[in-house]
């Protein structure tokens, strides 16, 4: 696609400052960008890159004085720069709607108007898909499952039996929700797996990345909440409440049981314990491991994880920790010369 700087100003609501002739094709960072590239910056302190950059046109949050290429002044630069990349975005072919003759659907599952299934993706007995719902290749629905309308799964996608989905989900590739969860009793010598009899609750509008696993409840629901985000990578036990509009980065690993509060963002590779509650709005930072407890709105670092400041304090004074090891050798000998000293005056 390509747009006038005029046209994409009008597209994103933006103050058109300068020349509005130019085409624009693409969206690119400051470095990359060229005549044909639409650029962005969200900080007035990058603003003095803009002089080198090939840009043809850029998104601001106020005017630049002095800039020669044309400003497009919008409130929002972030919210901007989101519908933009929407205009840009690749062209890629949609699954057409309907059943792929290489699928395979029983005879008992409901399939409403608008959906779309591919190639070799199997829905078995009893499910029910609503309408204008993709399930793209390889996927699988398992017995009695349920999803809502609007959902888009990639491919190889595993939705096991029992599990219900909600509206306006988005599942990306090879994702599995419903697997057993890793439990077991040591008996008689052996571990015994402990049957997972519950299921899975995606309520509506929640998004989840590639390669992530979303254990089933040993009874009653593991639940996500409604908008929440989860990353690639992801691995939510069995029996876990998240709570609604949550971001839950690559890599974090949740223990059985855990609760999770609304609101609450878990950084790269975080841990949570099992049976650990974390309140409304919590952070936790990257590479945290949650032992106990997390208080609404608490901003939390560290292994195992406690108050973000107090952490970062922490972090400083290791940092120090060779030099105040030399310096703990010095002052050992000295103490040990005065000592000296001493004695033989006595």
């Given at each position: 696609?390509?747009?006038?700087?005029?046209?994409?100003?009008?597209?994103?609501?933006?103050?058109?400052?300068?020349?509005?002739?130019?085409?624009?094709?693409?969206?690119?960072?400051?470095?990359?960008?060229?005549?044909?590239?639409?650029?962005?910056?969200?900080?007035?302190?990058?603003?003095?890159?803009?002089g080198?950059?090939?840009?043809?046109?850029?998104?601001?949050?106020q005017?630049?004085?002095?800039?020669?290429?044309?400003?497009?002044?919008?409130?929002?630069?972030?919210?901007?720069?989101?519908?933009?990349?929407?205009?840009?975005?690749?062209?890629?072919?949609?699954?057409?709607?309907?059943?792929?003759?290489?699928?395979?659907?029983?005879?008992?599952?409901?399939?409403?108007?608008?959906?779309?299934?591919?190639?070799?993706?199997?829905?078995?007995?009893?499910?029910?898909?609503?309408?204008?719902?993709?399930?793209?290749?390889?996927?699988?629905?398992?017995?009695?499952?349920?999803?809502?309308?609007?959902?888009?799964?990639?491919?190889?996608?595993?939705?096991?039996?029992?599990?219900v989905?909600?509206?306006?989900?988005?599942?990306?590739?090879?994702?599995?929700?419903?697997?057993?969860?890793?439990?077991?009793?040591?008996?008689?010598?052996?571990?015994?797996?402990?049957?997972?009899?519950?299921?899975?609750?995606?309520?509506?509008?929640?998004?989840?990345?590639?390669?992530?696993?979303?254990?089933?409840?040993?009874?009653?629901?593991?639940?996500?909440?409604?908008?929440?985000?989860?990353?690639?990578?992801?691995?939510?036990?069995h029996?876990?409440?998240?709570?609604?509009?949550?971001?839950?980065?690559?890599?974090?690993?949740?223990?059985?049981?855990?609760?999770?509060?609304?609101?609450?963002?878990?950084?790269g590779?975080?841990?949570?314990?099992?049976?650990?509650e974390?309140?409304?709005?919590?952070?936790v930072?990257?590479i945290a491991?949650?032992?106990n407890?997390?208080?609404?709105?608490?901003?939390?670092?560290?292994?195992?994880?406690?108050?973000?400041?107090?952490?970062?304090?922490?972090?400083?004074?290791?940092?120090?920790?060779?030099?105040?090891?030399?310096?703990?050798?010095?002052?050992?000998?000295?103490?040990?010369?005065?000592?000296?000293s001493k004695?033989?005056?006595?």
């Amino acid at each position: 696609m390509k747009l006038t700087v005029k046209q994409l100003a009008e597209r994103i609501g933006g103050e058109l400052v300068g020349d509005g002739s130019g085409q624009i094709s693409r969206v690119d960072g400051m470095e990359a960008a060229g005549d044909s590239s639409v650029t962005f910056i969200t900080d007035s302190k990058h603003a003095s890159k803009l002089g080198t950059s090939q840009a043809g046109a850029v998104i601001v949050g106020q005017r630049i004085e002095g800039l020669d290429k044309p400003q497009l002044i919008v409130k929002d630069v972030n919210a901007a720069l989101v519908e933009t990349l929407g205009i840009f975005a690749p062209r890629v072919k949609s699954l057409a709607e309907g059943i792929d003759p290489a699928a395979k659907v029983s005879e008992t599952a409901k399939i409403a108007k608008g959906v779309a299934v591919g190639a070799n993706a199997v829905i078995d007995d009893g499910v029910e898909i609503g309408e204008n719902t993709v399930i793209s290749s390889g996927c699988r629905i398992g017995e009695n499952a349920k999803v809502g309308k609007n959902c888009r799964f990639d491919s190889n996608v595993v939705i096991y039996h029992n599990c219900v989905i909600g509206n306006n989900v988005i599942i990306q590739a090879n994702s599995t929700i419903g697997g057993t969860g890793f439990g077991y009793y040591f008996i008689d010598g052996a571990h015994r797996l402990i049957p997972h009899n519950g299921g899975v609750v995606i309520e509506d509008f929640v998004e989840i990345g590639t390669n992530s696993c979303i254990d089933r409840a040993k009874f009653g629901n593991t639940v996500i909440g409604a908008g929440t985000k989860i990353d690639n990578l992801v691995q939510i036990a069995h029996n876990i409440v998240i709570g609604k509009c949550c971001l839950i980065a690559g890599q974090a690993g949740i223990g059985g049981s855990a609760k999770i509060g609304d609101g609450v963002v878990l950084a790269g590779r975080v841990g949570v314990k099992d049976n650990v509650e974390i309140g409304d709005g919590a952070q936790v930072g990257v590479i945290a491991l949650v032992t106990n407890d997390i208080e609404a709105g608490k901003q939390v670092l560290g292994f195992p994880a406690i108050d973000a400041r107090k952490e970062l304090r922490l972090m400083k004074l290791r940092g120090r920790l060779p030099e105040m090891a030399e310096q703990l050798k010095e002052l050992s000998v000295r103490i040990k010369k005065l000592e000296a000293s001493k004695d033989d005056k006595k």
